[in-house]
């Protein structure tokens, strides 16, 4: 199995402009995290999806971010209008039901100047 | 107070030594339990799991629980250059659905 996978893996982009991210999860994998990490923050969980259905959104920040889950093998985070602070790495990941590990992606670093 | 307390290091031992990372939560309603190695640039893995009190092994990695006194740590014995990066534990409350809280991280600095 290819694991998760992300697009783009870098992404430098200037204030005010939208920004999509892109997850493939792993084949079969009925859960799909977005992860934020900074520096200063650590690792938060914005939105996690069970079968394609948004489950808790409460970490997503702000208006600004939204995401989706159109179908099994595809999701997107998109942040419009982008600001500074929301330089960081963002993570995707999947889990299987009833499995134990969640498998990470490789990320996204996001650059907005 | 954060949910999930770890100290930040650097934690610099010898190779051959034993290191120990620790982590307190604060959620006494927490169940499920892991620790998360990350290499610089790298995303997360998982390397153990615990959910009872007491120890469990794997390989050269010890995890122990003690959920009275709310704190998690990770052993790793005979360490390696190999094992430098950094130590995320993560803790699932009990009615927390799917959601694991990370803390920020230990950094782990094994010297030859």
């Known amino acids: 199995d290819a694991g998760v996978i992300q697009s783009p893996r870098h992404e430098v982009t200037e204030m005010g402009q939208e920004v999509t991210l892109r997850c493939k999860p792993i084949s079969g994998h009925d859960y799909l995290f977005w992860y934020r990490q900074t520096m200063m923050r650590g690792l938060e969980l914005l939105i996690y999806?069970?079968?394609?259905?948004?489950?808790?959104d409460s970490g997503m920040p702000e208006d600004r971010f939204s995401a989706k889950m159109p179908n099994a093998s595809f999701s997107t985070l998109k942040i419009q209008p982008s600001e500074p602070r929301d330089s960081a790495v963002y993570f995707c990941?999947?889990?299987?039901?009833?499995?134990?590990?969640?498998?990470f992606g490789p990320g996204t670093r996001l650059l907005v100047l | 107070q954060k949910e999930v307390e770890q100290n930040s290091g650097p934690l610099s031992v010898p190779e051959g030594a034993i290191a120990s990372l620790n982590c307190t939560y604060s959620?006494?309603?927490?169940?499920?339990f892991f620790w998360y190695r990350q290499y610089s640039g790298k995303s997360p893995e998982l390397i153990m799991s615990i959910y009872s009190n007491g120890d469990k092994e794997d390989g050269r990695f010890t995890a122990q629980l003690n959920k009275a006194s709310q704190y998690v740590s990770l052993l790793i014995r005979d360490s390696q250059p190999s094992d430098s990066a950094t130590y995320l534990c993560?803790?699932?409350?009990?009615?927390?659905?799917?959601?694991?809280?990370f803390g920020g991280g230990t950094r782990l600095m094994v010297k030859p």
């Open positions: 990941a999947s889990r299987a039901w009833g499995g134990k590990t969640q498998y």
């Open positions: 959620d006494r309603g927490s169940q499920s």
């Open positions: 993560a803790v699932k409350k009990d009615n927390a659905g799917n959601m694991l809280t």
């Open positions: 999806f069970n079968n394609n259905v948004p489950i808790d």
